[in-house]
């Protein structure tokens, strides 16, 4: 299928009125498919991606019943860039879980000096299959660090790779083809500046990154409307 065809695939769409609502549904939802991973498997595999929108997400988890015990928490996406740089996605992550979360936390390898090495590394360290994985939605239609244009599109294995320079930054990310081999993928698209992207990603329009999600198991929660 090429990149201006649209996919067959569907995906389930919970629509709230607000972006708080959106993010509290969403909320509820990782911790049912948590509990549900560690009952059947004994551990729950999350990847969360960077903007602000997943903060929101994360802060709420203190509402429900979570094994964050069992639980580890990878990252989607990240800003190459020292530990304690403010813009490090890392850096949101950590101060949107809930204090003294026993979760085990799998930062991107993206202070390293080879960071080909770095991905091969990250991989690595990825399971077979991510539980659920967590994707926003930009209104040029990127999703993680998948951007339109830049070749890292196109690159498969190892499943985590380096983007060229977008928005002043390059970034580690997770590949279409480990996206599509999680069990389920979680959108929370918050925001009305994204609606045309919206309605590309839910046509499937493959012109845009988001589109060439090929991921099975897809569930959307949105503030807005239809």
């Known amino acids: 299928m090429s990149p201006g065809e649209t996919s067959r695939r569907r995906?389930?769409?919970?629509?709230?009125?607000?972006?708080?609502?959106?993010?509290?549904?969403?909320?509820?939802?990782?911790?049912a498919v948590a509990r549900r991973a560690v009952a059947q498997r004994g551990s729950f595999a999350l990847a969360v991606s960077g903007g602000r929108s997943p903060w929101r997400m994360l802060a709420e988890l203190a509402e429900h019943e979570m094994p964050w015990a069992s639980t580890q928490v990878f990252q989607v996406d990240e800003r190459i860039g020292p530990r304690d740089d403010p813009q490090r996605n890392l850096t949101g992550?950590?101060?949107?879980?809930?204090?003294?979360?026993?979760?085990?936390?799998?930062?991107?390898?993206?202070?390293?000096?080879?960071?080909?090495?770095?991905?091969?590394t990250y991989a690595r360290a990825l399971p077979p299959r991510l539980d659920l994985v967590h994707l926003g939605l930009g209104a040029d239609g990127h999703t993680a660090s998948l951007v339109p244009g830049d070749p890292v599109l196109e690159v498969a294995e190892p499943g985590v790779a380096v983007t060229g320079i977008y928005r002043g930054r390059r970034r580690m990310t997770l590949t279409f083809l480990r996206i599509a081999r999680a069990r389920q993928v979680l959108w929370l698209v918050t925001g009305e500046e994204k609606r045309d992207a919206l309605d590309r990603l839910l046509v499937g329009d493959r012109s845009i990154p988001a589109g060439r999600v090929d991921n099975p198991d897809q569930v959307l929660f949105t503030d807005i409307p239809g």
């Open 93 to 120: 992550l950590l101060a949107a879980l809930p204090a003294g979360c026993p979760a085990e936390i799998i930062p991107m390898p993206v202070e390293d000096a080879d960071l080909a090495v770095g991905c091969a």
């Open 11 to 31: 995906i389930r769409v919970v629509r709230r009125a607000t972006a708080d609502l959106a993010a509290q549904d969403a909320a509820a939802h990782v911790a």
